[in-house]
């Protein structure tokens, strides 16, 4: 991040913003919807910058809550039955009183675009970001045609990649999904699986993952936790057997395509540097042992929208609780990398003695203690006590 030289643009000048948001992805858009439902914050002159113009369906978002949330009446498909497969433990699950959720991401970038539309305060540029400055007044945004200025920047943007760092671990979390179609009905649209382990093991936590949105029609995604990606035509080979041999279907049409990285890693993002705020997967809210980032994201505008309103300050704290559930992520994150126990015996474990709504909490950073003291329980301490203490005295 550079320091602001001069500035070109006059804070009061044309394209001079309250806040930008720099990336219109999950967080930039969600963070937008946040600020536009706030009556003291929606006349805010907001600029959002993104390289895409995001008419492509590239992702699509599951999570879990109990209560309504704001992309409600977005949400695709929703389930409150889910199983959970391994060669140690199986188990149908009943999540009520959460709900496991699926959003398309054509449908979230579509409704809060055109929604943001009725503002006219509010612009939007389709421009590559090419360098971020800052300094205690305000921050500037080049794109590859202009300059912006404003008084907070909002960032999802990465415009260095993720790299290895010494003494942190770094996992990529890589997935290939294919929305297929069959002409005889072949899935339960009421039962979604969290997580099937009985795939082949051998190159790290792997697992399929299956959403059924009719009987006709799922989501069936690919995943694995390792260092190094797969040859392309490895992530088809392994749909294309699972959707024959496990699901027993043998004639369907591939609908939707979508590939994912997503890194997790217990390096520390910067929440924020001078005027920017980083936002989404570059400020942090991914969780390193999971990859979940969606409900994370819509927690993190909360609390940016409620500093707003308390203080006109975008700054959140990094709570005592964060810090837990980061030391937490960097055992589990040692654990597989240095191959001391395989995440499918890990999950089993976990899954076989807790129940599924403490799960769901803890993979959300919202158990307490006495919860965090059982989950731990049910895994094995000669592993995972010293790995704790290696981890919290580094
Ligand atoms: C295929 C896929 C499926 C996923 N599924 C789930 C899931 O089920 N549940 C879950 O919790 N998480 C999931 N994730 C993880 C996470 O929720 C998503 O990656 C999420 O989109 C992260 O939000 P973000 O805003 O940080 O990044 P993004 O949504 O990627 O947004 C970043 C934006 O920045 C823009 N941009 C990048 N570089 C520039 C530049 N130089 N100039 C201008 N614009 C730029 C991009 O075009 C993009 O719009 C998934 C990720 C992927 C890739």
Sequence with gaps: MQKIESHNNSPL??????????GAGCAGLSLLMHLLQQPSLRHKKILVIDQSNKTQNDRTWCFWEKEKGIFENIVYHQWQHLD??????????????????????????????????????????????????????????ETEKNSYYA?????????????????????????????????????????????????????????MYVLPVTEHKALVEFTLFT???????????????????????????????????????????SSHNG??????????????????TFQFIQKHCKQIITSLIRSGKPYGNDTIARRKFNLYDSVLLNVLVNKKMSGAEIFASIFQYNSPQTVLRFLDNETNFMEDLQIMRSVPTKIFLPTALQELFK
């Excluded at 000048?13 to 720099?22: M, P, R, T």
């Excluded at 980083?278 to 990859?291: C, L």
Aim: charged share 15%; glycine share 6%; net charge negative.
């Design 84 to 141: 959970f497969q391994s060669n140690y433990f199986s188990s149908h699950l009943n999540i009520a009183p959460y709900q496991y959720k699926m959003i398309r991401g054509i449908d979230l970038y579509e409704r809060v675009i055109s929604f943001a539309k009725q503002f006219p305060n509010v612009e939007f540029q389709w421009e590559k970001i090419v360098q971020l400055a800052t300094d205690n007044e305000g921050a500037v945004v």
């Design 13 to 22: 000048g044309e394209s001079s913003y309250d806040y930008i948001i720099a």
């Design 151 to 207: 008084s907070y920047v909002f960032n999802s943007v990465l415009l260095e990649k993720i790299g290895p760092v010494k003494n942190k671990y770094l996992l990529l979390q890589h997935f290939k999904g294919w929305m297929i179609e069959t002409a005889m009905p072949a899935f339960n649209p009421s039962v979604a699986t969290f997580m099937d382990f009985t795939v082949d093991q051998s190159k790290g936590t792997t697992f």
């Design 227 to 269: 260092e190094n990606l797969l040859e392309p035509e490895a992530y088809n080979i392994a749909l294309g057997d699972y959707i024959l041999n496990k699901l027993q279907v043998g004639s369907y049409t591939i609908v939707h395509e979508e590939f994912g990285v997503i890194p997790m890693t217990n390096q520390q993002f």
């Design 275 to 292: 005027r920017f705020i980083n936002i989404g997967t570059t400020g942090g809210q991914t969780k390193a042992s999971s990859g979940f």
